[in-house]
């Protein structure tokens, strides 16, 4: 959870009710391009001896004389495999719906390399669109490897595909949040958008810069950090369709990756680890959003998380639907082994209707000096929130609950249903009136009592807790018998923190959704075991065992 505001600034009017959400329904819905290409093609090998006019047979021989081009619709600048090119790519135009112009390469061999040394990007885009660039790999830059930009305020920039590439090495050492990365696209411009951006197999990684991969859609940043906080923002000023996917994210100084300001975005199967390396400020998190509204996080893997552990610096997580989100679904997803929480929700403005689902976070909690504790799923300003279906398996460097909801009450709907808590310390939950417990399995394997800590008094059993805050009635005191339970190796898992035949969490849960109006539990688990069709037979945790 974000404790100073930098990089996003929107809001809207609350949502009152659930969204059930369907696969495709957020950004590309796992699409890749299928533009088809025209107009002249331009080819540029960077070993040839002498420079020639740009066509196959007479290439260039360095990025000078693509800079020199007005690129237009439909054209092609492909480089030659197993070549390397010195300098930036600040190629100029733009293409057009349908006829984008595409930055690729030609032959065979290895992908060609452009180096840009200390430019400060590599490649470089400024208030153009409908650019595709794929299979290169990118190295240096100075506080960029990719970096599209747009300065124009009330205006649009559509349709960015980068897709297949290899971008690390930037040279510059991040001082503060959202300063630098080797992936960014992010307009300036006042109420400027960005729209249709599909983000697929790309690799950031090994570098001091702050994010891995960040696509600010909308141009708010800087200028009206309170924003979200304090008035509504038209839904036409934020970006939309935005889809980063197969990528993967590793050994960065701030967050891995981050996308924000936009309706309909999609984060799912990518990996993301070993970020947050700063030693100084308030290093972000694995992968998270920020003023995302109707947004998917799903089936990824983040792990190896960290941060300072400063003071008032609190993230260092895996997952994190933060500030000023709406109607954002986090399921299928494996957090471990971070510094601070697995999963947070909400933070300094409130999000509003979000839905934790089917995840399993294992062994976070990692770094001590990081006060308060955060827990394994860590609940801050929300307006309705749905947390069911989750197995936590927790480990902490010091004493934490697995689950922490501190908001203030609210009369909005938060339940926390049909979760396992496995924890090496004895705290299960640390919540506050407001919120509905009931069909988890509790269990710590410390040879102390359990305790629950509701609304500010601890309780040393179950029953104690049971009868004096009126939760978690259905919910029980066991092993829940997990295959694996204390598993947190990178890989997502496939038998382990399955639930043993004789588990007591199979049938005990329920159906969260009976009664709430639009509201859907979804289609299948964690592990891909479709979901009971009927209000009965649902298993407590993220397994629903054939």
Same mark, same amino acid.
């Given at each position: 959870?974000?404790?100073?505001?930098?990089?996003?600034?929107?809001? #809207?009017?609350?949502? $009152?009710?659930?969204?059930?959400?369907?696969?495709?329904?957020?950004?590309?819905?796992?699409?890749?391009?299928?533009?088809? !290409?025209?107009?002249?093609?331009?080819?540029?090998?960077?070993?040839?001896?002498?420079?020639?006019?740009?066509?196959?047979?007479?290439?260039?021989?360095?990025?000078?004389?693509?800079?020199?081009?007005? #690129?237009?619709?439909?054209?092609?600048?492909?480089?030659?495999?197993?070549? $390397?090119?010195?300098?930036? %790519?600040?190629?100029?135009?733009?293409?057009?719906?349908?006829?984008?112009?595409?930055?690729?390469?030609?032959?065979?061999?290895?992908?060609?390399?452009?180096?840009?040394?200390?430019?400060?990007?590599?490649?470089?885009?400024?208030?153009?669109?409908?650019?595709? =660039?794929?299979?290169?790999?990118?190295?240096?830059?100075?506080?960029?490897?990719?970096?599209?930009?747009?300065?124009?305020?009330?205006?649009?920039?559509?349709? #960015?595909?980068?897709?297949?590439?290899?971008?690390?090495?930037?040279?510059?050492?991040?001082?503060?949040?959202?300063?630098?990365?080797?992936?960014?696209?992010?307009?300036?411009?006042?109420?400027?958008?960005?729209?249709?951006?599909?983000?697929?197999?790309?690799?950031?990684?090994?570098?001091?810069?702050?994010?891995? =991969?960040?696509?600010?859609?909308?141009?708010?940043?800087?200028?009206?950090?309170?924003?979200?906080?304090? @008035?509504? /923002?038209?839904?036409?000023?934020?970006?939309?369709?935005?889809?980063?996917?197969?990528?993967?994210?590793?050994?960065?100084?701030?967050?891995?990756?981050?996308?924000?300001? %936009?309706?309909?975005?999609?984060?799912?199967?990518?990996?993301?680890?070993?970020?947050?390396?700063?030693?100084?400020?308030?290093?972000?998190?694995?992968?998270?959003?920020?003023?995302?509204?109707?947004?998917?996080? +799903?089936?990824?893997?983040?792990?190896?998380?960290?941060?300072?552990?400063?003071?008032?610096?609190?993230?260092?997580?895996?997952?994190?639907?933060?500030?000023?989100?709406?109607?954002?679904? %986090?399921?299928?997803?494996?957090?471990?082994?971070?510094?601070?929480?697995?999963?947070?929700?909400?933070?300094?403005?409130?999000?509003?209707?979000?839905?934790?689902?089917?995840?399993?976070?294992?062994?976070?909690?990692?770094?001590?000096? =990081?006060?308060?504790?955060?827990?394994?799923? %860590?609940?801050?300003?929300?307006?309705?929130?749905?947390?069911?279906?989750?197995?936590?398996?927790?480990?902490?460097?010091?004493?934490?609950?697995?689950?922490?909801?501190?908001?203030?009450?609210?009369?909005?709907?938060?339940?926390?249903?049909?979760?396992?808590?496995?924890?090496?310390?004895? +705290?299960?939950? @640390?919540?506050?009136?407001?919120? /509905?417990?009931?069909?988890?399995?509790?269990?710590?394997?410390?040879?102390?009592?359990?305790?629950?800590?509701?609304?500010?008094?601890?309780?040393?059993?179950?029953?104690?807790? !049971?009868?004096?805050?009126?939760?978690?009635?259905?919910?029980?005191?066991?092993?829940?018998?997990?295959?694996?339970?204390?598993?947190?190796?990178?890989?997502?898992?496939?038998?382990?923190?399955?639930?043993?035949?004789?588990?007591?969490?199979? *049938?005990? *849960?329920?159906?969260?959704?009976?009664?709430? *109006?639009?509201?859907?539990?979804? /289609?299948?688990?964690?592990?891909?075991?479709?979901?009971?069709?009927?209000?009965?037979?649902?298993?407590?945790?993220?397994?629903?065992?054939?």
């Amino acid at each position: 959870m974000r404790k100073v505001l930098k990089l996003i600034v929107f809001v #809207f009017p609350a949502l $009152i009710v659930f969204t059930s959400f369907v696969f495709n329904g957020c950004g590309h819905g796992g699409s890749s391009s299928t533009t088809t !290409q025209a107009g002249p093609t331009y080819y540029v090998d960077c070993s040839a001896p002498a420079n020639g006019d740009g066509t196959q047979t007479s290439p260039w021989n360095t990025l000078t004389s693509a800079n020199a081009v007005s #690129f237009t619709a439909g054209n092609q600048l492909l480089l030659k495999r197993g070549t $390397i090119c010195q300098g930036a %790519l600040n190629p100029a135009g733009s293409g057009s719906s349908g006829a984008p112009i595409a930055v690729d390469a030609y032959g065979a061999g290895a992908a060609p390399v452009i180096d840009g040394g200390t430019s400060s990007a590599v490649v470089h885009l400024t208030d153009q669109q409908y650019w595709e =660039i794929r299979n290169l790999e990118i190295v240096g830059g100075n506080k960029f490897g990719i970096f599209i930009e747009g300065t124009t305020s009330n205006s649009a920039l559509n349709h #960015f595909h980068l897709i297949n590439l290899n971008v690390h090495g930037a040279h510059y050492v991040s001082t503060g949040t959202g300063d630098s990365g080797e992936v960014v696209i992010r307009p300036t411009g006042v109420h400027q958008v960005v729209n249709d951006v599909l983000i697929d197999g790309v690799t950031a990684h090994d570098s001091q810069v702050y994010a891995g =991969i960040l696509v600010g859609a909308a141009g708010h940043f800087n200028e009206e950090t309170a924003a979200c906080q304090q @008035q509504p /923002t038209p839904a036409e000023q934020l970006g939309s369709n935005i889809t980063v996917q197969n990528s993967t994210v590793h050994d960065v100084y701030g967050s891995g990756m981050v996308i924000d300001g %936009l309706n309909n975005g999609l984060m799912q199967n990518n990996v993301v680890y070993n970020s947050g390396l700063c030693t100084d400020y308030d290093c972000g998190t694995g992968l998270w959003e920020w003023c995302c509204h109707s947004c998917m996080i +799903q089936s990824n893997e983040s792990y190896s998380n960290h941060n300072t552990g400063l003071p008032l610096y609190g993230d260092g997580g895996d997952f994190d639907i933060d500030n000023s989100n709406i109607a954002n679904v %986090l399921q299928y997803n494996y957090g471990h082994d971070a510094d601070g929480y697995c999963i947070a929700i909400g933070a300094v403005s409130v999000s509003t209707n979000s839905i934790v689902r089917y995840n399993v976070c294992s062994n976070d909690g990692r770094n001590g000096k =990081i006060q308060p504790p955060q827990g394994e799923i %860590l609940v801050g300003n929300v307006n309705g929130v749905q947390v069911y279906n989750n197995t936590i398996s927790a480990n902490p460097a010091i004493g934490s609950a697995a689950f922490l909801a501190t908001a203030q009450p609210s009369t909005d709907q938060r339940i926390f249903e049909n979760n396992i808590i496995y924890n090496a310390v004895p +705290q299960m939950i @640390q919540a506050v009136p407001g919120y /509905t417990l009931d069909y988890n399995i509790y269990w710590t394997t410390s040879s102390s009592s359990p305790t629950w800590l509701w609304n500010g008094t601890t309780y040393n059993s179950l029953s104690a807790y !049971q009868s004096a805050s009126g939760q978690d009635g259905h919910s029980l005191y066991i092993d829940p018998m997990l295959n694996d339970p204390t598993y947190h190796s990178p890989g997502r898992p496939a038998s382990p923190l399955t639930l043993q035949a004789g588990s007591p969490a199979r *049938g005990a *849960g329920t159906n969260v959704c009976l009664g709430i *109006g639009g509201c859907s539990v979804g /289609t299948q688990d964690f592990f891909g075991n479709p979901l009971p069709m009927t209000g009965t037979g649902y298993d407590i945790g993220a397994d629903q065992a054939p």
